[in-house]
C-alpha cells in the first residue's frame, strides 16, 4: 500500500503484552479503529505488536502504546477505559497534559477535557473552579487528587470537602445518628479518592488532625475557609442560597473547586438548582474558571458512555 509504513513496537517489560494487548486483543482493535482513517493494522507478533498504516497514524499508535505501558505500571489493573485515554493522550499536543505529582501514585489526565480542568486546578490566579458533567468524567477525583497536592506540597494546610445532604430518593430523616452520620455513606466516593492519591493511613491521621474534613454544607455555614483546598461537590443539589454561602467561606490563600451535573438535579422541581445559577451569574468573572465535561469525556465502562448520550438524545426538545 503506498504511503503505508510498518513498524514494531516492544514493551520494556515483555511480560505486559497481554495487558497492553486487552482481552482477546480488545485495545488493538479499539486502535485500529481509532486511526482508521491512516489505515492503522496492529497485530501482536512474537514478542511485539506490528504496527501498519500511515506514518502519522503508526506514529500516534506506538505513542498511545508506550503512554498506556506507563500507565501500566502505576495501575496493573488498567483496563480499556484507560487505553481509550491513552489514545486521547497520543493525539493531543504533549504539552497539553500536566499531572498532578508529590501523590503516593502521580495523576495524569485521561482526556484534554481532564488535561484543561488540571491547567485549572493549578493555575495561580483561578481560585474558583468549576467542573460540571456527567458520572465517570473523573470531575470530583481529579478536584480530591489536586487538593491532596496541595496538602503534600504544603501549599495548603487544609482540605475541606463538602457536599449537600440530598440524594436521589432518600430521606436522611430515616438513617439511624447525628447529621454526620447520615450523610457519611454518601461521603464515601471522597474517602475512597483520598485513600487512592494519598493511602489509607496517611488520610487516617491527617482527618484525626483535621487537615482533611469532608461534612455536609450545614457545617460550612459561619466560617472563613483560609489557606484551605474546598471542594464542594454534586453541586447540583445546593439550593442557590446554599452554594452562594459556601462560595462566600472563600478565605485569603484558598482555592475553591465546585463539581457537579446540572442534569442530575434531586432537588424539588420547585426549587432551582444552585450550581445551574452560579454557572450564569459567574461566567466571565475575574479569578472563575469554568470546565465542562461530556460523555465523551466518561472513564468508566464504555457503555456508560452510550447510556448518557441516549439519555440526553431523550431529553432533547421534539422528543
Known amino acids: 500500500m503506498k504511503g503505508t509504513i510498518t513498524r514494531l513496537y516492544t514493551p520494556e517489560n515483555p511480560a505486559q503484552l497481554p495487558a497492553i494487548c486487552g482481552p482477546q486483543h480488545r485495545n488493538l482493535m479499539k486502535l485500529e479503529m481509532a486511526l482508521i482513517d491512516g489505515k492503522l493494522e496492529a497485530e501482536s507478533q512474537g514478542g511485539s505488536i506490528k504496527l501498519s498504516g500511515s506514518v502519522d497514524a503508526v506514529s500516534t499508535a506506538e505513542a498511545t502504546l508506550a503512554a498506556f505501558e506507563r500507565m501500566l505500571k502505576r495501575n496493573p489493573e488498567a483496563g480499556e477505559d484507560v487505553f481509550e485515554g491513552a489514545i486521547d493522550q497520543a493525539r ?42 456527567p458520572a465517570g468524567t473523573g470531575k470530583t477525583f481529579l478536584a480530591v487528587a489536586a487538593g491532596a497536592a496541595e496538602l503534600r506540597k504544603k501549599t495548603k494546610e487544609r482540605l475541606i470537602i463538602t457536599r449537600p ?31 487512592e492519591v494519598l493511602g489509607v493511613d496517611q488520610v487516617e491521621r491527617m482527618r484525626e488532625k483535621k487537615i482533611i474534613e469532608v461534612a455536609p454544607l450545614a457545617f460550612m455555614r459561619g466560617r472563613t475557609l483560609k489557606n484551605a483546598f474546598v471542594v464542594m461537590d454534586e453541586a447540583q443539589n445546593a439550593t442557590v442560597g446554599q452554594t452562594k454561602m459556601v462560595l462566600t467561606r472563600l478565605g485569603r490563600d484558598s482555592r475553591m473547586v465546585v463539581t457537579g451535573d446540572p442534569g442530575q438535579v434531586d432537588l424539588p422541581k420547585h426549587q432551582p438548582s444552585g450550581l445551574a445559577h452560579a454557572l450564569k451569574i459567574l461566567n466571565g468573572v475575574e479569578g472563575v474558571g469554568m470546565v465542562e465535561f461530556s460523555a465523551a469525556d466518561v472513564r468508566r465502562h464504555a457503555l456508560v458512555s452510550r447510556i448518557i448520550r441516549a439519555y440526553d438524545k431523550d431529553s432533547e426538545p421534539g422528543q
Not at 117 to 122: E, F, G, P, V, W
Not at 174 to 195: C, H, M, Q, S, T
Open 92 to 133: 493531543a499536543p504533549a504539552e497539553s497534559y500536566g499531572t498532578l505529582s508529590g501523590l503516593r501514585v502521580p495523576v495524569m489526565p485521561q482526556t484534554q477535557t481532564q488535561s484543561a480542568y488540571i491547567d485549572k486546578l493549578t493555575r495561580p490566579g483561578c481560585d474558583l473552579v468549576f467542573g460540571v458533567g
Open 165 to 195: 445532604a440530598v440524594e436521589a430518593g432518600e430521606n436522611l430523616g430515616f438513617l439511624p445518628g447525628d447529621l454526620e452520620e447520615k450523610v457519611e455513606p454518601y461521603l464515601r466516593p471522597i474517602w475512597d479518592a483520598l485513600n
